[in-house]
């Protein structure tokens, strides 16, 4: 299986490779007068494979942002120049 299924090729049994909202998205699209424009879905096994290659995005954000805590809303006021 490659990483990108069509919607015409995935079933409710795909749910675990292509998540909930692709195999939603494959049965709309069979129930007769639902319109749902031609599509696909990328397999969980490449947003993995994504994630288990690339850099950590904490690395490329400057020191102040990296130690955000976004929970704070302070932080965000403060570090964005906003008033909320």
């Known amino acids: ?3 990108v299924l069509g919607l015409r090729e995935i ?3 795909h ?6 909202k692709g195999a ?5 699209s069979r129930i007769e007068g639902i319109r749902v ?3 696909f879905c990328v397999v969980t096994g490449a947003f ?7 850099p ?6 400057s020191p102040p942002a990296a130690n955000l805590d976004l929970r704070k809303l302070w932080h965000l006021t403060h ?3 906003t008033e909320i």
């Open 24 to 28: 939603h998205l494959e049965e709309l």
């Open 48 to 54: 993995q494979r994504i994630m288990a290659e690339a």
């Open 56 to 61: 950590s995005i904490d690395a490329r954000l």
């Open 11 to 13: 079933d409710r049994t």
């Open 37 to 39: 424009p031609t599509g």
């Open 1 to 3: 299986m490659g990483y």
């Open 79 to 81: 570090w964005s120049g």
């Open 15 to 20: 749910v675990a490779v292509i998540g909930g």
